[in-house]
């Protein structure tokens, strides 16, 4: 049977990575040893899925055997109702299976560096940029995932010009990609007195944190620049230089940190933003290759391209790469967006499965 010859030589792997982290050279190499237990936490749901689905292939042998041999008619009856049952959980099992096998994008077990930027609508663009980040905060709560602020430049009456955070936890980026792209709102501003419907936007980005044995920078391709912060704090703001520049020269890209009031807090933070932008640039490629064949990534390989619209007068938000349309605004607005990333998920796996059987 070709899938349960691939489970087993999956198994054979995850037997012979579980002996090599043992060994002491290993140990001693950091890099080797966090290389080596990645991939074996990647194939743990494969051996345990090979484990149940061994099982479940032994108890339908064992049923047919007293089927062939047991004459009281009792335990046939059994028998039969045990082989239709566990025939119908293999077929579920295989299905599942069949997602699992397909090769995982490497950075989505990752934490993610999200950026939210006002976009067309002025003001009211800035006030929906805070609108967004305060959803995703609420999301992040459900999710017991950690937030870290790197940067923020404050709309005149308020929400975010631009805010920019990491997100740590379990498997963040593989959840949060689908988030990028830009987010429309269809509604009357704050600051419209005819009571008009205007239709602003705000994009997301949103990349897989890439850590120092992703990218190595050398101090010579860096400039580093202080400033005095500015924006709401404490007494230190406008008074110390602790708010941190860098330039990687090679590549012209710049970050700037300035949400810690320590400059060595800024400087680790803007170095683990370079580290992903500088990172982006290769990443980019590949996510311009998939998202020319799935519809779920299309807002990843291409920041313009829009993907989800939140009309307040119809309490709609609408998903516009798989059209689906919820009518809860108020809740998703308040981080209930598990549904829409629940049925991108879903979307990409069929694809991906599609692809796996064309190719």
């Given at each position: 049977m070709l899938l349960l010859d691939k489970l087993e030589a999956l198994y054979n792997k995850y037997n012979e990575l579980q002996d090599e982290i043992s060994h002491p050279e290993v140990i001693n190499d950091v890099k080797r040893y966090i290389r080596i237990n990645k991939d074996i936490k990647e194939l743990e749901p494969v051996v345990n899925a090979y484990k149940e689905y061994n099982n479940v292939i032994a108890n339908i042998e064992s049923a047919k055997e007293i089927l062939q041999t047991e004459k009281d008619?009792?335990?046939?009856?059994?028998?039969?109702?045990?082989?239709?049952?566990?025939?119908?959980?293999?077929?579920?099992?295989?299905?599942?299976?069949?997602?699992?096998?397909?090769?995982?994008?490497?950075?989505?077990?990752?934490?993610?560096?999200?950026?939210?930027?006002?976009?067309?609508?002025?003001?009211?663009?800035?006030?929906?940029?805070?609108?967004?980040?305060?959803?995703?905060i609420k999301y992040f709560e459900t999710r017991n995932w950690k937030i870290e602020p790197v940067s923020a430049t404050y709309g005149?009456?308020?929400?975010?010009?631009?805010?920019?955070?990491?997100?740590?936890g379990d498997h963040v980026y593989g959840q949060l990609k689908y988030e990028s792209g830009v987010h429309r709102v269809q509604r009357v501003p704050q600051t419209e007195t005819q009571g008009r419907v205007h239709t602003s936007a705000a994009s997301v980005a949103v990349l897989p944190e890439a850590d120092e044995f992703d990218i190595e920078l050398k101090p010579s391709d860096i400039r580093k620049?202080?400033?005095?912060?500015?924006?709401?704090?404490?007494?230190?703001v406008n008074t110390t230089y602790s708010a941190i520049r860098l330039t990687h020269i090679p590549t012209g890209i710049v970050v700037t940190c300035q949400d810690q009031k320590s400059q060595i807090k800024n400087l680790d933070k803007a170095m683990q933003v370079l580290r992903t932008r500088i990172f982006e640039l290769e990443y980019k490629k590949y996510l311009d290759e998939i998202s020319s064949k799935r519809k779920t990534m299309v807002s990843t390989g291409d920041r313009s391209a829009k993907v989800r619209t939140y009309n307040y007068p119809?309490?709609?938000?609408?998903?516009?790469?798989?059209?689906?349309?919820?009518?809860?605004?108020?809740?998703?607005?308040?981080?209930?967006?598990?549904?829409f990333i629940d049925k991108l998920q879903m979307a990409e796996n069929a694809e991906r499965l599609k692809e796996s059987v064309d190719a």
């Open positions: 008619e009792e335990m046939r009856t059994m028998a039969k109702e045990e082989i239709s049952e566990l025939t119908d959980k293999r077929g579920k099992m295989e299905e599942d299976i069949q997602l699992l096998l397909l090769p995982n994008d490497p950075q989505d077990r990752k934490n993610a560096i999200v950026e939210i930027r006002a976009g067309t609508g002025g003001d009211e663009a800035s006030i929906f940029a805070g609108d967004l980040y305060r959803m995703y005149t009456v308020g929400g975010y010009k631009e805010v920019i955070f990491n997100v740590i620049d202080t400033y005095c912060s500015s924006g709401p704090g404490g007494q230190s119809q309490g709609r938000v609408t998903d516009h790469r798989i059209n689906l349309s919820l009518y809860n605004l108020p809740n998703i607005m308040d981080g209930d967006i598990q549904e």
